[in-house]
């Protein structure tokens, strides 16, 4: 069975930082790229970083580039996202995405997803 768990959310000032957790099981984590996404209210779901399956690429939304950074360990089915300097306008529920196995084609790779962490950056 599938897990992606999320962890490291919570109350922080303008300025602040936060590491986000995504612990994952039930798949081989290797395979999978993986990716944060966050859904502010009243807003639609929007994707903040990739990273591959290696570590080796990383993407970034205009947004969070500069202050965001995403990183895994394969070795222990972990990835993370490091928020620095965050923003008001960053407030909003994290999610972990997995997408894979990278050798699937397209059309049949699969998507996992954690059940958020709440983010909110007020004074």
């Known amino acids: 069975q599938v897990h992606l768990v999320e962890s490291g959310g919570g109350l922080v000032q303008p300025g602040g930082s936060l590491r986000l957790s995504c612990a994952a099981s039930?798949?081989?984590?290797?395979?999978?790229?993986m990716n944060w996404y966050r859904q502010a209210p009243g807003k639609e779901r929007e994707l903040v970083a990739t990273?591959?399956?290696?570590?080796?690429?990383?993407n970034y939304t205009e947004a969070v580039k500069g202050r965001f950074t995403v990183s895994r360990d394969n070795a222990k089915n972990l990835v993370y996202l490091q928020m620095n300097s965050l923003k008001p306008e960053d407030t909003a529920v994290y999610y972990c995405?997995?997408?894979?196995?990278?050798?699937?084609?397209?059309?049949?790779?699969?998507?996992?997803w954690g059940q958020g962490t709440q983010v909110t950056v007020s004074s």
């Open positions: 995405n997995a997408n894979g196995p990278f050798y699937a084609l397209k059309e049949n790779r699969r998507d996992y």
């Open positions: 039930g798949f081989t984590f290797s395979t999978y790229a």
């Open positions: 990273i591959s399956r290696t570590g080796g690429s990383t």
